[in-house]
């Protein structure tokens, strides 16, 4: 089975401190998306990646960034968290037809 | 990717099967129809995907009618732990290379299984 492992389950965090949030898949997927869900948004892309060292931002990326240095790994970045960023971040690795989700990591920013 | 329709809440007792309907009356030729669902507190979880055929796997099964403009996924002996929200996708099947395929969820339908 893939197995998507994400580094916490919860997280607390200063507002203003630097937080990563790491995402580790074991299936050798190039492909791998952080999202994060909002009650009554559903599901929004902050960035993806393709590729190692390859990224692209999806639709809400402001305030976020990635890095991918191993095709297994791909981790989230807030460089200066705020209190808007207190969310669920679901990170994803995809095969051809399917994606498959961590457990997700509930942050919360005071 | 082509908008679905799904009624907000369904019950089904344990045991039972639980059949999960979703509208896509704008679904285009080459979109395929997703299930996913997601437990309370966990990340999503797919569970089946079909072009214009029924499909059965370990988990369930996805009907779609011939006209494809809707579907329904079936639980066949549905548990407690079957208990989730459960999102029904339309969207072109995800190609290689760049076309990376994010996921859009709706509202989904909130299954609750009683004893």
């Known amino acids: 089975d893939v197995k998507v492992t994400q580094s916490s389950r919860y997280l607390v965090k200063r507002t203003g401190e630097k937080v990563f949030l790491e995402c580790v898949q074991d299936?050798?997927?190039?492909?791998m998306f952080w999202y994060r869900q909002d009650p009554g948004l559903g599901l929004r892309l902050i960035y993806f990646?393709?590729?190692?060292?390859?990224?692209e931002k999806g639709d809400i990326p402001e305030g976020y960034s990635v890095s991918r240095e191993k095709k297994e790994r791909f981790s989230l970045i807030l460089e200066s968290a705020s209190t808007n960023q207190t969310s669920m971040y679901l990170c994803?690795?995809?095969?051809?037809?399917?994606?498959?989700f961590g457990p997700g990591t509930r942050l919360t920013v005071t | 990717d082509a908008k679905t329709t799904q009624p907000p809440s369904m019950d089904c007792a344990e045991g039972r099967a639980a059949n999960l309907p979703c509208n896509h009356s704008?679904?285009?030729?080459?979109?395929?129809v997703y299930w996913y669902r997601q437990i309370h507190s966990q990340g999503p979880q797919y569970i089946i995907h079909?072009?214009?055929n029924n499909e059965t796997n370990e988990m369930a099964s996805l009907i779609i009618t011939e006209d494809r403009k809707s579907s329904t996924l079936i639980l066949p002996h549905a548990t407690l732990r079957d208990t989730a929200v459960y999102y029904c996708?339309?969207?072109?099947?995800?190609?290689?290379?760049?076309?990376?395929?994010?996921?859009?969820f709706g509202q989904g339908t909130i299954l609750t299984v009683h004893p």
């Open positions: 704008t679904i285009s030729g080459n979109e395929y």
């Open positions: 994803a690795s995809r095969s051809s037809y399917e994606q498959y």
């Open positions: 079909g072009l214009k």
């Open positions: 299936m050798d997927h190039e492909n």
């Open positions: 996708i339309v969207r072109v099947a995800v190609l290689g290379g760049t076309s990376y395929g994010k996921l859009t």
């Open positions: 990646s393709y590729d190692v060292k390859m990224k």
